[in-house]
């Protein structure tokens, strides 16, 4: 009989912590008949966010395309989407059927490289862009790609989405953690980066890229200009290449700040050696479209034969499942003014905007209100990294423990918050030590996703809980 | 800047002929004009096997819910399809958009089993199921979870599909090769297993596992009760997990023939202790829904400890993407005698296999009277494994080469051949060195999928050319 020990030790060791033992838990417990409140995933759709009309039309008429064809269909949709499904299909006559070229249909990744250049003003090209089953696909490959042997590392933001730790450890390579500053707006530090890598390289270890999650998560900020420009040149002077995670790259609600591209900061500044992944995704923004597993991979300063690599890589799974190739399409061409769904487009899109930022705005002021807690207002993304104090337990001092055995015991207590959160109040989050935090702070990953009558709540309920639950702690060290 | 040596060179070796060279070689004439017949992947709706029509109708409602409200859908749609489709919203309120739990929606996967338990008459659980992004990314993670280091080798069946030696050499473990019997149709041979295991063991090698594909690709073969049951007691006596990739279950054409799970042979034996992985995809039988990357695994004796690290595994990538979920519980649970649907299903599925087996014939009658030309008649699956015989090269002489000269001249030789069908015909196939072969013969895999017309010229330009190219090549030699 096969025992655990029978498997790969990096799998056993892998953590995912945004589905880990208390999301399973909380399973459990709304099987048994518990209302949950699911906040440990950016995962819009399962909280009520409705998808974008437009988007299920097409992906409506692509499924069954014979219904282009009936009188009666032109009731039930508007002519731009039926015109632009025939076209579609003129185009990819096996529609969703059939496996496309490795890297994705082409006039798909045409229509990426359109968006990237009137995102950002900058040329690019179709034969760098790969399109995946989410961005999370794309990441793992690059991760792979890159992996020569078991010293080599991979620079992470700490607090990172845990994607990055458990795939690196996963195919073995060395996770490279660098603090990034929750009293400076999570923004990176150089400091801290040079001493990061400067502190892996002794250990012998052999940086190969440095990630970045833009807008931050689980943090919920963005990077200035000037800080992804700061990032590039230390790639630069480090021989790194850049995993740019910008799957959060529309949602950002503070109106004082702005996203950037990596892809555009680099050719403003004329960069042509430093190779950057970036990575984006049909399951956040306004889309939502998680289910669907749609996204793309942009390369840049990447020679001929390195992608003709990373395009074998994707082909041994053979291509992206095409409804997610088709969402990504639709995602980068959205209805124009004076298109008869323009409208509805544009009404859907700010509405789903609009209310993601008034409860950013919600969790921003209320949770600082609530004492022994406190929150960096929320820039973009959709989560909040919520800062918490527990009592100090006067038989244990943090201070004297190893580093280990320190954020073994941190680890714990966070857990121990975090499923007493389930248990009591059905509010599922995840955390702080699922993502990494520096030592001496709790924090718990929230979304602000659930219907805003639910964020309301949810504040009350968690200051009600943080009360009782400091309380209980404190009469327990007595 | 970036250079093919700063990558990992797992994936420099790793090859993965279906999509190789000569494909994309192809892509390049097609783009010049060329008609190009590809022959070289089972990709049925890309040459114009049409969709079941019922799957992309509920896919179609799935996708875009609001529909099934309007008062005109059911002139679109058959009631029984509209009434499934809305019991599928009712039990999965987030539709497609939503991630599903890590392992897929519980009930697809009840179906799953249901569908099993009826196929085999034999137990099954749903929690053993993982749904998959087609049978491929199943095939990747069981291979990954086995491995615990670089000397872990994966017996594999030679010829092979390359996904297997692909993903053994791109995850860093060992190919333990076993020619399966072309005169003895391509069934596997106890004795040929035993030396090859025991080979593998002297060269240092720790086997963990054997896979099998049945029917086979690219074969087309059948095996048979006996020699499952063979191979399971192999696998028992040599503490070997079993990786069955059953994905051409429904493609059995030769009436004297009869597919034969392992899971069922196994629950006959009583077998408790050989763990497992069986895989299926909706890509292939008569659904042929590439593109919807649908699929699932299925464990058996594996303890619940090690399903919950396969589900981590699962959990990293979030879960299969949705529209292919629901293509496997379309695929799982078709209309029934009764339905309004069941009629045209009926139709369209007998449609398809029926062509399958008149092309599956044809091939096998008019390939063996091409002089030069040997095939086993195709019993299943969608392939032909396609022997054929150059004159040889006076200047070499084979017998004389080592065992690694001798593959590469004879992938040279295979290679080139096949490169020259494809400019001269525009015939697209595979070269035989793509998936292995017993030193001393050539072949190509071609699929039989084009419509039947196509396939009677095929075999026609096959002729033309292998006389002319035998000719060329012997005057050549003078």
Redo the contacts between chains.
Sequence with gaps: ????D????N??D?E?AV?GPIVIRA?RLEEQGKKIIYCN?G????LKQK?L?YI??M???L??P??MN?P??L??FPKDIVDQAKTFMQRNP?????????AGIPFVRQAVADFINKRDGIPANRDSIILT??A??GV?SAI?????GPDDGYMIPIPQYP?YS??IK?Y?GKQIGYYIDETGRWQLNESILVKSISQARSDGVRP?AIAVINPGNPTGAVLSYDNIRMIIEFAGKNGL?IFADEVYQENVYDPGVKFYSFAKVMDDMKE??V?LFSFHSV?KGFL??????GGYTELR???Q??MA?LI??Q??????????QVTTYLMVSPPQPGDESYELYRRERDGILGELKDKAAILGSEINKIPGMYLENPQGAMYAFVRFELPDDPGKDADKMSAEERMRYEAERDSAYCMSLLEETGICVVPGSGFGQLPGTLHFRTTFLPPKDEMEDFVLKLREFHTGYTAKLKDSYR
Tied chains: 1, 2.
């Design positions: 009989m096969i025992k655990t029978s498997l790969n030790k799998l056993l892998a995912y589905r399973q995933i995962n819009p759709q399962a998808p009309t299920r039309q992906l409506c008429l499924e069954y014979e219904l009936r009666d269909t009731k039930l096996s529609g969703t059927g059939a496996y496309t070229q490795s089953d989410g999370s696909k793992q792979l790609a890159l992996l020569k994607l458990a795939t996963l073995g190969v290449s042509t050696a190779p399951s939502g479209e998680c289910g669907h597993r300063n990447m020679p034969d390195v690599q074998k890589l082909s041994i799974s053979l291509c992206a499942n095409v409804a997610g």
